[in-house]
């Protein structure tokens, strides 16, 4: 239940008074609705004794009927402005909580991006946040309706009609409708939150399957990983059902309770009635209220059968919240770079993926000027995709410095770091749609000719011409080019920057040996002022480059 205080906070705080206004609104309607009761069955009741009595034409009807009138249309529309005032501003809430855990997301620590699945993260920003909806409209704001509603009854029911039914009211739902309630919310508790796993699970396992349908058709394991997702959707409805058993079951309890609380009214009416305490119109008003009011607590029955899948996605939710929260050691100072200083130093770094784990990488030393171009070497693991990392800070190294123009990378505006620094890593990800999109993504406002002129560089301007020009779509994740040829656009992208330090990860993997040497010289004709590190195993590209560093000498493991 703690989990769901910081989405309540959230959602409250996004548009309060839109709520405040929606939950009066849920009052009113509450209330309306126990007044049109109560009201019906007194005027009923009265109208009865005065025709008994003979005074049926001296009763007034109208001013009651117009009561009755004025409470109907009154709770229709209390409903109306309710509704749209509650959901507007709920809606609003989670599109708001979308946002957050975007840019949760987005300001993950590099190191940790690695431990992310992206069916996962879409299943938080989907799923989880859907499951949030309920927490104000079916759990919240129906709670503190149900609790005003309640003492305004109780009090009105004190003046108008007895005491002892007010005491009767608050000791039956007390006794009996409160734990009929919390029986529903306790048993329903792990079905929904299993159900909303194995949903969770199902949406998970699903898009793995279509993700890697290629490597399972090949492997043979096609039909076997379907039956695994397939597992998921049925343990989600045998979860379900048994929500709906639980929940139908509850609702037969509340009912029962309500009818009790209803005919406790209707016996205290009668004797204080017969007793000539009250008379009987007020004993039926009495009777009336107090069935409108056991059954306003109802509608609570909804939110907390869903209470389990609520915490957990909250729970989930927070998580991700708190994992993105800006790391202390990324505030910036204000100092400025130094031009004559070298364009990227490498000071005695050291770098380890876990805090008290042994150094991957120790004492390292580099400097890379304008113009130039190194090479990192090294076998396999040691290190070179490490350093490319620290050097575009992406990671921070556990101590020593890296720096950029004299500047510590830590001291760094982010912009303006972004602006002189740009990575090709080792798997870049393109993005499906025009292909001068995915390009205008690095220089947004591209115009036709920049876009050519870096696409000739790449070697990839009669490709894209033959494909149908700029315009043309690439499908999922950049689905529709060669390997060699999405290598090639990724890193059209990173030139588009035109940065003072390039750092290519592996750029011309999947290239044939002519192609690759033709990039290379495209690339430096196209950004001849630059700085390039390049991470390389390959030929072509040491050739390229005027020197090379081993890694492996700075490697501890
Ligand atoms: N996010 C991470 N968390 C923990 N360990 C990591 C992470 N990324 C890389 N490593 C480990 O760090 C070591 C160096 O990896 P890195 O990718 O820098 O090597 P590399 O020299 O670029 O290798 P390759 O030439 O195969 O690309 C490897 O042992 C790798 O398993």
Redesign the pocket.
């Known amino acids: 239940m703690r989990s769901l205080l910081p989405i309540i906070r959230r959602i409250w705080t996004n548009d309060w008074w839109s709520l405040l206004r929606g939950a009066a609104l849920s009052v009113a309607v509450l209330v309306a609705g126990i007044a049109l009761l109560g009201l019906s069955g007194w005027f009923i009741a009265a109208a009865g004794v005065a025709g008994l009595a003979g005074a049926g034409v001296v009763f007034d009807v109208f001013r009651p009927s117009a009561g009755v009138r004025f409470l109907a249309l009154g709770r229709t529309a209390a409903r109306y402005g309710e509704r749209i005032l509650t959901h507007d501003a709920t809606l609003r809430g989670l599109a708001r909580l979308r946002v957050d855990l975007l840019t949760a997301l987005s300001t993950t620590p590099f190191?940790?991006?690695?431990?992310l699945r992206a069916s996962e993260q879409l299943t938080r920003l989907t799923r989880d946040v859907d499951a949030l909806d309920g927490v104000a409209l079916r759990l919240v704001i129906p709670l503190v309706a149900a609790v005003a509603t309640l003492m305004i009854s109780a009090v009105a029911l004190w003046i108008l009609v007895d005491p002892a039914l007010v005491v009767w009211l608050l000791a039956s739902t007390i006794a009996g409708i409160l734990p009929a309630l919390g029986l529903v919310a306790m048993r329903s508790r792990k079905p929904s939150r299993l159900s909303q796993l194995a949903l969770n699970a199902f949406r998970m396992r699903f898009m793995d399957l279509i993700q890697a349908r290629a490597e399972l058709t090949i492997f043979g394991k096609l039909d076997q990983r379907a039956e695994y997702v397939m597992d998921a959707e049925r343990r989600m409805r045998k979860e379900l059902e048994r929500n709906d058993r639980i929940e139908r079951a509850g609702g037969f309890l509340i009912s029962s309770a309500e009818s009790l609380t209803a005919a406790g009214a209707l016996l205290i009416g009668g004797l204080l009635a017969r007793a000539g305490v009250i008379d009987p119109a007020l004993a039926a008003l009495g009777f009336f209220a107090t069935l409108a009011i056991a059954e306003a607590l109802g509608p609570l029955r909804r939110g907390l059968a869903e209470i389990g899948r609520m915490t957990d996605a909250a729970r989930r939710v927070n998580r991700l919240l708190d994992t993105g929260k800006p790391q202390a050691a990324f505030a910036r100072s204000l100092t400025h770079p130094e031009s004559n200083a070298p364009l990227l130093q490498f000071k005695d770094a050291c770098f380890s993926?876990?805090e008290e784990g042994p150094l991957?990488i120790a004492d390292f030393n580099l400097q890379v000027a304008s113009g130039e171009t190194v090479a990192l070497t090294?076998?396999?693991?040691?290190?070179?995709?490490?350093?490319?990392?620290l050097a575009a800070s992406m990671v921070r190294p556990t101590r020593g410095t890296v720096a950029i123009l004299g500047k510590d990378l830590c001291d760094w505006e982010e912009p303006r770091l972004r602006e002189t620094v740009s990575l090709l890593p080792?798997r870049s990800a393109l993005l499906s749609g025009a292909i001068r999109d995915g390009l205008a993504v690095a220089r947004p406002g591209l115009n036709d000719e920049d876009a050519w002129a870096v696409l000739s560089a790449v070697a990839l301007d009669d490709v894209i011409e033959a494909r149908g020009g700029l315009d043309s779509r690439l499908g999922e994740s950049g689905t529709g080019l060669s390997g060699g040829e999405s290598r090639r656009l990724a890193l059209a992208r990173v030139l588009l920057r035109r940065p003072a330090l390039l750092l290519l990860?592996?750029p011309t993997e999947g290239l044939d040996r002519d192609t690759a040497t033709r990039v290379l010289a495209g690339i430096r004709k196209y950004l001849p002022e630059s700085g390039i590190l390049l991470?390389s195993?390959r030929e072509a590209e040491l050739v390229f480059s005027d020197r090379q560093q081993d890694?492996a000498l700075f490697c501890e493991?």
């Open positions: 190191a940790r991006l690695p431990a993926y876990r991957l090294g076998a396999s693991g040691s290190g070179k995709s490490t350093i490319m990392q080792q990860d592996e991470a195993h890694v493991t």
